[in-house]
């Protein structure tokens, strides 16, 4: 039986529409879901939205409409970005759904019953744009480490006993060295683990908030929206439901890898291991936070720093797949990168337009002129080719291995390198000139060449599925995509039939560009 993979993006707010950060996390998590499915393991993929709380009633409030509504709106322009962008998600979670709601009472209803939640007359101050209470010594300059204001509230709430799980999260953590990733991440929970833990303030009075899930055993209050909103990786995958979904949830659960920005370590490295403990559950494998885009002036690009991507601007200007492999390839993962057009072009062109598209348009053009579109004979007497072989020959199992730790730049980098030395190797035999007086060597190059590209192209089939297949099928090679085939070298049948094929990858100018289309901006609802 194939091996169980599940794999999460956060749950989106609903505020406002994606802007090029988010699209970047739900496309690594989707390369990252396509690998897996490519190596034979049995993915489960879940993203969403996150629509309770504060700031999706603001945001309705300033709208002038519904919460409802509103939540019914944004999450469906979130789910159709992410269907414009071919993200292949297996379920899309919405914590407005009445099987979330049941799971999260349940979750609730539990722990309240074993003393895991008890009720406190709380003073302190509360970050509505955070969603985070602070205590005075939080406080920096009476405003939120990160500079957010707060005000004052003093009230009754709920509390979650977090604080009895510090010191088996810290053992855990140091046990597990893979839990929580990259190991800077790791250091920084540690280290946040160093002082003290609060209990969790998990509810919040009606009166102040009504939009949310009601508290299965005080209805005067809702639930804390962080702690719906994490609750969705265990609902999504079918917990606390029907014993199909409860089966599927005991297998795929222990595999969980959550990809998170760094902006949501805290939430998911110390508050959802805690409510896991509490709730006898075992902790997903992994949690990885990666970096952030950055606005030109170096801030986290978001809509209050004023200066947003809207991802579908940038699919319609350089075409959706090398979009993808820009996302992927452009930020080494976990660390932060600025974002521009320009990178975006730069990259395009000099590695899908110069590098794969060339060598595949350059090499079936041969094929046609010099050998009737006939895939030429196998063979391999050059040492360059043998050099060539030997270094494809390791591309999938170093591009496997790169996946599973978690380094999808590096996977993208290896087929990279491959095709550098493709191009090399082109220009040492030169099969447009050997052609003419050496046929055979010309014939042994294309044949090398178009071989590479076959295997490039699978291992780069879950960042660009739709031009990767079609490459395949333009080598002269077809059926289903599958890593086995990328660990040999040498499939291509001589003498299958294939066409001159025009290039896949245009070069795009950017003065033209810069001259035809307006600035990018957030899209309008
Ligand atoms: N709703 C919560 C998550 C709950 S998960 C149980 C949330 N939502 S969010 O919409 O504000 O952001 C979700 C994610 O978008 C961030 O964690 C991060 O992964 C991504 N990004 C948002 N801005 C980003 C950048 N500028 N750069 C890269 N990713 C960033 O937090």
């Known amino acids: ?242 014993a199909a979904k409860q089966a599927k949830f005991e297998r795929f659960w222990p595999t969980a890898v959550h990809i998170i920005g760094k902006d949501i370590l805290t939430t998911h490295t110390v508050y959802w291991p805690t409510m896991l403990m509490a709730l006898g559950l075992p902790l997903p494998k992994t949690i990885f936070a990666h970096g952030w885009w950055l606005t030109p002036t170096g801030s986290k690009m978001s809509k209050s720093e004023g200066f947003v991507v809207a991802p579908l601007q940038v699919k319609d200007l350089v075409g959706l797949e090398p979009f993808r492999y820009f996302l992927v390839r452009d930020i080494h993962f976990g660390n932060d990168a600025s974002f521009s057009t320009e990178l975006v072009i730069n990259r395009i062109n000099s590695e899908l337009a110069n590098g794969l598209g060339n060598s595949l348009s350059r090499s079936t053009n041969l094929v046609e002129k010099y050998f009737g579109g006939l895939i030429p004979q196998k063979t391999s007497d050059h040492p360059a080719t043998l050099e060539l072989i030997a270094k494809a020959e390791k591309v999938a199992p170093a591009v496997k291995a790169a996946i599973l730790a978690l380094e999808p730049h590096n996977a993208v980098g290896q087929v990279v390198e ?49 031009k990767m297949a079609e490459l395949l099928r333009q080598v002269g090679f077809e059926g289903a995509i599958k890593y086995a085939d990328a660990e040999k070298f040498g499939l291509l049948v001589p003498q299958t039939k294939i066409s001159k094929v025009p290039p896949m990858f245009p070069r795009i100018e950017l003065a033209s560009i810069v001259r035809e289309t307006p600035p990018l901006s957030p899209r309008k609802l």
């Open 1 to 242: 039986m194939a091996n169980p993979f599940y794999i999460t993006t956060p749950i989106f707010y609903v505020n406002d529409v994606p802007h090029i950060g988010h699209a970047y996390t739900t496309v690594v998590t989707d390369v990252l879901a396509g690998y897996h499915k490519l190596f034979g393991d049995e993915t489960f993929f879940l993203t969403g939205t996150d629509e309770h709380g504060q700031k999706s009633q603001n945001a309705a409030l300033a709208r002038g409409v519904t919460p409802q509504a509103h939540v019914d709106e944004i999450a469906a322009v979130v789910q159709r970005t992410w269907d414009e962008m071919h993200i292949k998600y297996d379920i899309f979670m919405r914590t407005t759904a009445e099987f979330h709601k049941k799971v999260v009472q349940d979750c609730l209803q539990e722990l309240f019953l074993r003393d895991e939640i008890y009720l406190h007359e709380y003073e302190g101050w509360y970050c509505v744009s955070e969603e985070l209470f602070y205590t005075e010594k939080d406080l920096v300059n009476g405003k939120t480490p990160s500079g957010k204001d707060v005000t004052k509230i003093s009230e009754k709430n709920y509390f979650f006993r977090m604080s009895k799980y510090q010191s088996r999260l810290i053992e855990y953590i140091e046990k597990n060295p893979d839990f929580i990733q990259p190991a800077g991440k790791r250091s920084e929970t540690l280290g946040f683990l160093k002082s003290p833990l609060s209990d969790l303030c998990i509810s919040r009075p009606k009166s102040r908030l009504a939009w949310g899930i009601e508290l299965p055993f005080d209805k005067t209050y809702v639930t804390y929206v962080w702690f719906d909103a994490l609750l969705n990786y265990l609902s999504g995958i079918g917990f606390k439901q029907e």
């Open 418 to 466: 491959l095709i550098y030395a493709l191009s090399k190797y082109l220009d040492i035999l030169a099969p447009w000139t050997s052609a003419k007086t050496n046929l055979p060597l010309a014939g042994e190059a294309l044949y090398t060449t178009l071989e590479v590209l076959r295997i490039a192209g699978i291992l780069l089939s879950p960042v660009m599925p739709e």
